[in-house]
């Protein structure tokens, strides 16, 4: 029989290509709305589609190891020590892809105590005694040694997947000079880094080489090994047991038990309902039609599914010219275009300058292109319809909306920003950019346009009202994926939040460049005078910043006790240095965690400072979908990471003052407010009790513990209560309260213990709410605002319990975000009702800071408490704190 009629069996190394598959794709770009990282899943089925559709072969099987133990690891426990863990996007992946090979009815083969290269091997060598020819797919180089006449290795490149290497007898000749059966000892002597298997010093593949040309094996060149002379010779008789050990490890295993015989692999038509299953699940859209299509497609089976999937995506609609409309043609147009779409029209602001110059509209068949001039008659109804509360649907709208405002634009009527609807459906997701949004909810490709044209090359007008047009479709597909709370958080909370910040936005907040300037100096001052400290505790000057001289003088130096390892040696991040300190206090460390602290409080002064512009304000950008709890996060400067409690943190503040024209600064804060929250989800009767008495939350719960009475309950007894109260919100062990209160774990235990047997309503509710999550999926605050949580489901346990831990405190802190906002949105429309011109000008965390209007204070502080206060109906008060000053430190309370 010749090799063009033998049957041809493809095995494939399933870790590895999957593997390389996740390093090959950009991981953001895939995941699905539950949070689900598809990107390994994607990039190996296209590889495998590729593979099948090149190589046709008649039988096939996908080996996947079953973990990092086997026999190799029992023979010599450091092989493959030194592997990263796991990319946590990757965990959950390997089970999605042997679910989606399982409807296409492809096999996956394991073996307990063995790796998917023994699997291979093994088929490898029945399959030639069967008569086939093999393909090996891997990007193991151990595999090498499989080639011959029959087997051919097909080993992707560093540029991933899609380009594979075809190595038969004569390209490994071609590449290594050596027989396939001897790359084994080539590696054995030069030592395989990714398995941690550590060759002979200073032998290299040319040496290696060199020496199997003269003594034709590893055994060969043992038996020599004293006629070898020089350097690497004496290395050679010193370390031969590494590379002993090297050759029985990386010998691949010919005659594991398999369950299967190579007959059995033959390829089967797949299963269409499955395959449907699984590829809607994973939202390969595009993907399905390429499975389906295997071999041609043929038969009823790909028939039925390519007739599925057509119905399931079926055709865009033709991209509509954009029309030049203006005075009554567009009044006229605006007005059919409604009827067509009640829902709102799409609307896209053309920005140049951080003003507005045009303006894109949307229906679902048409599209208008407006240029836009300020004081031109024939935009009047642009202009009305803009400033009236029909309903528009924008992406990004907040950017777009603070241009309006710039020109003098009204705005009103915002029923959708489709960045934030996407955020809400996948607040852990990448999708940022309407083209993302576009490729995900209509699986198409937004068309781009180059910079030196006017028009996109696949559209017959311009980019802006084709954006327009995009939007309200992309609207209608987020829309029909929001559940009917989600959809509440989007109308209730977040459309009238975004109007909030664009006013935050464009006020900003004066800050005196004289005092952070001056604050800046003094703080560089302190840096260098500690860093001459720690210079003269170790003698002579070091780098810092630099974690491998730190190392040095730590480890080398002051023989201080290792930290936790970490790829360059071993940590000297902030938490590490810190325990070291409390365990093996030394001046120099004490001298270098002061220099950390100034260093970095001058950076933080320095970006402030940079910030302010001309009229003496800084004006941050308020991120709404920043977070995956709901919580607003702020950047370009964040002022959400100023220290609290420190006097330099304290001095920052003071250079945040009140504005030209303002009294004051009103400050306003929640008191406790997650612990509220807890009280309420949790019905705690202790926690309720403690709260609408109006008690010191910390001192009750402590008298309670401790079994004293308030006034009895010492401030370390409070100090332990509170970091245990906050640390339970959000998932903290024992251990982790021990390190962080500095006290032995037994006694966190205990402190756990007496907690719970005190308020067990608490420790009900914080198992219930994630037992509800593993059947759900997702979390829910009190409003209906959802987070999900795949990890729950997942076979890894370190990112198990790191959703376990994030789903406790999900429905608290996500609920402190939506009472926030509430409040937010009540306060800004109390503020324009009542015709005031005080403003809200920051939101950090759990408090807001008000610019004073002269003769406001009194009615500005009374809406902000009603407003604040009323935000939600709880079980318990929600307090609020309110302070007066020049400036936000004064202000504090």
Known sequence: MSDSEKPTLMIIDGHSLAFRAFYALPVDSFQTRTGQHTNAIHGFLSMLLLLLKNERPTHLAVAFDISRSSFRTRDYPEYKGTRNETPSEFAGQIPLLQEALAAMNIPTL??????????????????????????VVSGDRDTIQLVNDNVT?????????????????????ERYGIEPHQYPDIAALVGETSDNLIGISKVGEKTALKWLG???????????????????????????????????????????????????????????????????????????DRVIKLEGGEGPVADAIIETAAELRPEPPKTPAAQFLQ??????????????????????????????????????????????QKDRSDHAPLETWLAGDSPKIMHDAKFQLKALSRAGLAFNGLAVDTLVAGWLLRPGGPDKTLADLVTRYLDESLPVVDPNQLVPDDSSGPIIPLEAWYTLRVAAGVLAMLDDGSRRVLTDIEMPTLRVLVDMELSGVAVSHDQLSALSVQLGDRAAGLAA??????????????????????????????????????????????????????????????????????????????????????????????????????????????????????????????????????????????????????????LIEAFNAGEDLHRFVGSRIFGVEPAEVTPQ????????????AYGLSAFGLSKQLRIETAEAKQLMSDYF????????????????????????????????????????????????????????????ADIMKFAMIGIHADLRSGGLDSRMLLQVHDELIFDVAPGEWDALSSIVTHQMGSAAELLVPLEVQVGRGANWDDAAH
Do not use: C
Request: negative net charge; aromatic residues 6%.
């Open 533 to 686: 400290s720690a210079f003269a505790e170790i003698g002579r000057e070091v780098n810092l910043g630099s974690p491998k001289q730190l190392q040095e003088v730590l480890f080398d130096q002051l023989g201080m006790p290792k930290t936790r390892a970490n790829k360059t040696g071993f940590s000297t991040d902030a938490g590490a240095l810190a325990d070291l300190q409390a365990s093996n206090p030394h001046p120099f460390l004490d001298l270098l965690l002061q220099h950390r602290d100034a260093t970095k409080l001058r950076q933080i002064v320095e970006t402030l400072d940079k910030a302010i512009d001309g009229t003496g304000r800084i004006h941050t950008n308020y991120l709404q979908i920043g977070t995956t709890t709901g919580r607003i996060s702020s950047n370009d400067p964040n002022l959400q990471n100023i220290p609290i409690k420190t006097e330099e943190g304290r001095r920052i503040r003071a250079a945040f003052q009140a504005g030209d024209g303002a009294e004051a600064l009103l400050t306003a804060d929640y008191s406790q407010i997650e612990m509220r929250i807890m009280a309420h989800l949790s019905e705690d009767a202790g």
């Open 110 to 135: 394991t073996k307990e105590d063995y790796e998917a290269d023994d699997i291979l091997a093994t088929l490898s060598v029945q399959g030639t005694a069967a008569g086939y020819n093999v393909l």
């Open 214 to 288: 003269l003594y034709g094996s590893l055994d060969g060149i043992l038996e020599h090994a004293e006629e070898i002379k020089g350097v690497v010779g004496n290395n050679l008789r010193e370390q031969k047991e590494n590379a002993i050990r090297n050759r029985r490890l990386n010998r691949l295993i010919t005659d594991v038990e398999l369950p299967v015989t190579v007959d059995a692999l033959e390829r089967a038509s797949m299963n269409q309902d499955s395959v449907r299953e699984v590829f809607d699940k994973l939202e390969f859209k595009a993907l399905l």
């Open 717 to 728: 007894m409070r100090t332990k209560v509170k970091a245990m109260s906050y640390g339970l």
């Open 153 to 173: 290795l097909l080993y992707p490149s560093a540029m991933g997947v899609s380009q594979l290497t075809r190595y038969d007898p004569a390209r490994v000749r």
């Open 757 to 816: 047997a005190r308020f067990g309503a608490v420790r009900d509710y914080l198992r219930r709410v994630v037992e509800q999550a593993k059947v759900d999926g997702y979390t829910e605050t009190i409003f209906g605002r959802r987070r999900p949580f795949p990890d729950l489901a997942s076979p890894n346990r370190v990112l198990r319990d790191n959703a376990e831990r994030a789903a406790l405190n999900a429905p608290i802190q996500g609920s402190a």
């Open 327 to 372: 005075g009554e043609e567009l009044t006229g147009w605006i007005a059919r275009a409604e009827k067509e779409s009640p829902e709102g029209l799409g609307v896209t602001v053309e920005v140049f300058d951080g003003r507005p110059i045009g303006f894109g509209l949307a229906s679902p068949t048409e599209t208008v292109s407006l240029p836009w």
